[in-house]
């Protein structure tokens, strides 16, 4: 689903992303993890069709980040803690704006609206505007959003930070069940438990993919009890800080 | 006397249609030199308690105290003897880290030279930056800065609205080694996190959610309320595992919690029990193990049972 070859992007003498390569497969969960100023921004951006690279090679549901950034953009899901839906518009209104900028049919858009109502348990919240929902429904509702237009890979870019201990349990229900349909989930996080729940995590220092494997395999050859510790372990080599 | 002491504190924002409130009667007390944390999630009412014990705010009803001042009363000396790192880089982005730094110690009449040796190791770290502007800063540095200015004019009390937010494990582990150095040299500190984990590192905690304290104890404490047998659980199918557990009758509550799932067991069930349950829904490579709660454990069974 996603591949890249020594992905390199280079602002002026700085190099955001230093020759990364790494596969993600279909309907995995993967975990992109990083200190702050590791450049997991400016790579996720350049997987996202937003930035183009500097040197190197990558694609991103089968299109090449080079060439085919608008059906990259066509193809994938996109959250964030800091922005999401829009406050002023009802729920409703939201999936309606959302599938109908991915070109979906009226029929289509009835039909998904009603299922995301439904599985959410937001029928009787429907007409209502997102700004008065709780935060956790509201990230929760990002993220049916997000994956509204049935893309085949959704990145999810801190999309848990402050957010309460049960509806970060709800919330990563809802990413599991949407591996089980299919969907490839790339996801930052720094909540380390939630390193976790995902099937492969890698984990970037100065620039570079510093390790990736499954969390047990992570911490494996590492010698370390938790994921936290491992992180710690890594991110202490760093030599560069966040910007 | 307490560093803090708030009673009944009520804060509301909107009309009839939309009222939200911030604080339903929040009553704490913190004592001098003690670290305390407020935890909890983002619209817990952390940064309006804040703002009010900080006289920024006014609360509806209740009343509160800093350092013996009532905060309506005696806003004047408490504005004085207290520092305060807003969640929101507050600093000016156009001066430069010395400017900074010189602006407000001059604002609260001392300079910096007087109180140097309090923020030293902190100050220290960007001293070799302190001509550059604010805002050219990194995350981190804005960070040692902001809180080298809430120290300058040596308060006695100390607020740190959510200074950890979308910071890496790293640098709140930093942080925390820098809060401890500071607590050493009697500075009664009030913390806000959304982290459960930091829970650990302060002296006394209040969890809150929804405007509510849900509890105020030590660490330990808090713990020991939970008053439950906690397993941790695992399989080779761990999605699987939770949605099986849900149907067995001895589960009064089972989540993920990291590399296992924590499963809270009714009264009168054991170990033995749910291990035959989960292999007789074909799992392979099932570990079961009764485990000391977290913080987090305790937030999940309070949030569930209010």
Redesign the interface.
């Known amino acids: 689903m996603i591949i890249t070859e020594n992905l390199t992007k280079r602002f002026g003498h700085f190099t955001a992303v230093d020759a990364i390569s790494f596969q993600v497969k279909k309907g995995e969960i993967f975990g992109f993890l990083g200190a702050n100023g590791a450049g997991k921004t400016t790579a996720m951006r350049m997987l996202c069709g937003l930035s183009l690279p500097t040197s190197g090679k990558a694609s991103v549901a089968g299109f090449d980040v080079f060439k085919q950034t608008e059906d990259i953009k066509r193809n994938i899901g996109y959250m964030s803690q800091k922005f999401s839906l829009y406050e002023d518009l009802t729920v409703i209104e939201n999936m309606r704006f959302y599938g109908g900028i991915y070109g979906k049919s009226d029929a289509f858009i009835r039909e998904k609206t009603a299922y995301v109502l439904k599985e959410l348990q937001l029928e009787n919240e429907a007409k209502k505007l997102v700004k008065s929902l709780p935060l956790g429904w509201k990230q929760k509702l990002a993220f049916s959003v997000a994956i509204f237009h049935e893309p085949s890979i959704v990145f999810l870019d801190e999309p848990t930070g402050g957010v309460d201990p049960v509806t970060r349990r709800e919330f990563w229900n809802l990413i599991y069940q949407a591996a089980e349909q299919g969907i490839t989930i790339f996801v930052t996080t720094h909540y380390m438990d939630e390193a976790e729940y995902c099937n492969r995590v890698s984990i970037m220092v100065d620039g570079k993919i510093e390790a990736l494997d499954s969390p047990t395999g992570l911490k494996q050859s590492f010698a370390a009890k938790s994921m936290d510790e491992v992180f710690l372990k890594l991110a202490r080599k760093a030599t560069r800080t966040a910007n | 006397m307490k560093a803090v002491v708030a009673e009944n504190l009520v804060k509301t924002y909107g009309k009839k249609k ?1 009222l939200t409130e911030a604080l339903k009667e929040v009553s704490f007390e913190v004592d001098k030199g003690e670290l305390f944390g407020i935890i ?5 009412g952390k940064t309006s308690l804040f703002r009010i014990l900080t006289t920024l705010l006014l609360a509806d009803k209740g009343s509160a105290t800093v350092d013996g001042f009532d905060v309506v009363k005696g806003y004047k000396s408490i504005r004085k003897r207290v520092g305060y790192m807003p969640g929101r880089f507050s600093l000016y982005q156009d001066l430069t880290v010395a400017e900074n730094l010189e602006f407000f110690a001059t604002i609260f009449e001392t300079s910096i030279e007087e109180n140097y040796d309090l923020i030293k190791d902190i100050y220290s770290q960007i001293e070799p930056f302190k001509d550059r502007k604010a805002g050219k800063l ?4 804005k960070q040692k800065l902001a809180l080298s200015c809430a120290l300058i004019h040596r308060p006695s009390v100390l607020f740190l609205d959510e200074p950890t ?7 709140r ?1 930093e942080f925390w080694d820098m809060l401890k150095n500071l607590k050493k040299q009697g500075i009664t500190i009030l913390v806000s996190t ?3 984990d930091e829970a650990e590192l302060c002296d006394k905690v209040a969890l809150i ?2 405007g509510k304290i849900l509890s105020i104890d030590t660490p330990a404490g808090i713990v020991d309320q939970f008053g439950k047998q906690l397993l941790a659980v695992r399989s080779d199918k761990m ?1 699987a595992l ?1 949605k099986d557990l849900k149907h067995f009758e001895g589960t009064e509550d089972i ?5 296992y799932h924590h499963l809270v067991l009714k009264d009168a069930f054991g170990e033995n029990t749910i291990k035959d349950f989960i292999q007789s829904k074909g799992h392979q490579k099932v570990e079961v193990v009764t485990v000391k709660p977290a913080i ?1 454990d305790c ?2 069974s309070l ?2 049972a209010s």
């Open positions: 939309d909890g999630p983002d619209g817990a990194s995350g981190g540095m937010t979308g910071v890496d494990a790293v640098s582990k959304p982290y459960m959610q929804t999605f939770l989540y993920a919690f990291g590399e987090e937030f999940i949030m569930k």
